[in-house]
């Protein structure tokens, strides 16, 4: 009986850590860039391969990449992040009052109607095929929530993580279901990723990382 149990005990094991085994680990230091905005100050960002660190001092800015198209019909993710230091709890729907201390955008669009290799983020978040799901660590709302965007509108959905404060957590998320949730229909294509810290609006700090991600289809 024992040995029984500790063979489906090392089954279910087994399971559970093959279940990304096509995933790839993404790397922060190579094909990535920052898109600021013109009327605001940018935030710190602070690559190396498995770490992405993150300054924000009253300031907003985005560090983002498009991704291979090895990896467009993914459908899960998988990170770690930590927060040291917060932003206050915010309304995330508010345009103007809307400061998070994390933001993870993947960005999904039809084949068809990919931009060019070149094109910047914002073409791709423009882009009325686009749709996001922007997961957030920040916010007074409940985890789980799924809210619109004040900027987005139809085009994205935030999903609460994490409300604001401090701390450390480990998240994976399943693009299928979240796509569904948010907008009701099949994703399309994994496009592009970008993350952001936010802290203009109540011009406080934010001091976090985001490391050992991975972007793959799950078993």
């Excluded at 094909?31 to 391969?49: A, D, T, V």
């Excluded at 300054?55 to 560090?63: I, L």
């Excluded at 910047?120 to 929530?145: D, F, I, P, Q, S």
């Excluded at 809210?147 to 609460?160: A, D, H, K, M």
Aim: contains cysteine.
């Amino acid at each position: 009986m024992i040995k029984t149990l500790r063979r489906l005990l090392s089954l279910v094991i087994l399971l559970c850590t093959s279940a990304y085994v096509s995933a790839d680990q993404v790397d922060f230091s190579k094909g990535w860039s920052e898109q600021r905005f013109s009327l605001f100050s940018s935030n710190k960002f602070e690559p190396s391969e498995e770490t992405l660190h993150i300054h924000s001092d009253g300031t907003v800015s985005m560090f983002w990449r498009r991704l291979p198209s090895a990896l467009s019909d993914s459908d899960h993710a998988q990170w770690d992040w930590e927060v040291t230091s917060s932003v206050p709890p915010t309304d995330l729907t508010l345009k103007g009052g809307d400061d998070r201390n994390l933001s993870i955008y993947f960005v999904f669009m039809p084949e068809a109607s990919l931009p060019k290799a070149d094109a910047k983020l914002t073409e791709l978040l423009g882009n009325n095929h686009a749709r996001v799901l922007m997961y957030v660590w920040g916010g007074k709302h409940m985890r789980g929530e799924i809210l619109p965007t004040p900027y987005l509108n139809e085009l994205g959905r935030t999903l609460i993580l994490q409300p604001a404060g401090t701390g450390q957590a480990r998240q994976r998320v399943n693009f299928k279901t979240d796509f569904h949730r948010a907008f009701g229909t099949e994703p399309t294509r994994l496009t592009g990723i970008a993350i952001s810290a936010d802290s203009d609006d109540t011009d406080t700090k934010i001091k976090a990382r985001v490391f050992n991600m991975r972007i793959g289809k799950a078993r």
